[in-house]
């Protein structure tokens, strides 16, 4: 397929229809159909059924779709690199990170960059690991911003310093007036938790292994900050990591020590073959900064 076969194809599946494709790109109908049909005899497939007039994409169409997003992706960074340099901005900056650390650390972090550097165009997109790593590795962001660890070979991970597993209370909880909280502390609790698949997941297992208590999800999530809402709804208390519950975002949520502690890296991630530009050095720097600044890490929960 060639690029306007691509594009006349992902109109067809954003719009629904070949009329309705043809207007959204600005071409005549004829065109569009004609084009798709030279598509399907090229490829060998039926990529839509037409069904009491109106077009259904087939299973091979839907397959197709989402190859055809990726590259789209790909095309959108080329358009937006090319508009700054028509433009003589300052530079792009294009940025991934977990979901916890874009609640406020990289927020703060990019504010504070681009304090002195207003021309700069900054992208960022929260995202779970794998997807994160992918991103880097694809060259679709110059930075990536990660709590959990890599050992891809093309990826060079730097530590900006630790973190570790706290245990949320919703205001009032019983287990508030303990000092620390323990896997024996909440069991009984409704415990709102990660899949097993998952590197939160992982660490809460070992830590629930080590003690010799079963882990019973009530309620399983994906990422901290959803936990931390889920038990200042009153539906149980979670394990998450700090960074979900620094920066006052949830303040009416009780927060405890935990204990087997267990800990994780911050790191910033990028790709090793590929020198960095003077943006991403420069917010490299930035985050050095702030990382080092950050007293939660090395320092206990205070009991209020």
């Known amino acids: 397929m060639n690029l306007r076969q691509i594009e006349i194809f992902r109109a067809i599946m954003l719009t629904g229809g070949i009329s309705d494709a043809a207007r959204f790109l600005g071409v005549s109908q ?6 798709m049909r030279h598509t399907e005899d090229r490829l060998g497939i039926k990529l839509f059924e037409r069904i009491k007039g109106r077009l259904y994409p087939t299973a091979e169409a839907l397959t197709l779709y989402e190859e055809v997003e990726k590259a789209y992706l790909g095309i959108r960074l080329v358009h937006d690199m090319a508009l700054d340099l028509a433009l003589s901005r300052s530079g792009r900056l294009r940025l991934v990170c977990s979901p916890s650390l874009g609640l406020t650390l990289v927020p ?9 550097r207003p021309g700069l165009r900054v992208g960022l997109e929260i995202l779970p690991q794998a997807a994160l790593l992918e991103r880097v590795l694809t060259h679709q962001a110059d930075l990536g911003l990660s709590m959990f660890p890599s050992d891809h070979p093309n990826l060079h991970v730097e530590t900006l310093c630790r973190g570790r ?23 009984g609790h409704p415990l709102i938790s990660y899949d097993r698949d998952t590197p939160q997941g992982q660490l809460i297992d070992q830590a629930f292994a080590a003690a010799r208590v079963p882990r019973d999800s009530a309620i399983e999530v994906r990422f901290g900050h959803t936990a931390c809402a889920m038990v200042q709804a009153g539906a149980g208390v979670a394990l998450v990591d700090e960074f979900s519950v620094t920066g006052g975002i949830f303040p009416s949520l009780t927060v405890r020590p935990f204990q087997p502690e267990k800990w994780f890296d911050l790191s910033i991630v990028r790709d090793r073959l590929r020198p960095l530009s003077k943006a991403a050095e420069g917010f490299g720097t930035e985050l050095r900064r702030i990382a080092a600044a950050l007293p939660a890490a090395h320092q206990p929960w205070e009991v209020k």
């Not at 004829?30 to 084009?35: C, E, I």
């Open 165 to 187: 597993l706290v245990c949320v209370l919703p205001a009032g909880h019983a287990l508030a007036a303990r000092t620390v909280v323990t896997p024996a502390d909440i069991a």
């Open 30 to 35: 004829p065109n569009v159909s004609r084009l």
């Open 108 to 116: 703060n972090a990019i504010t504070a960059f681009r304090a002195e």
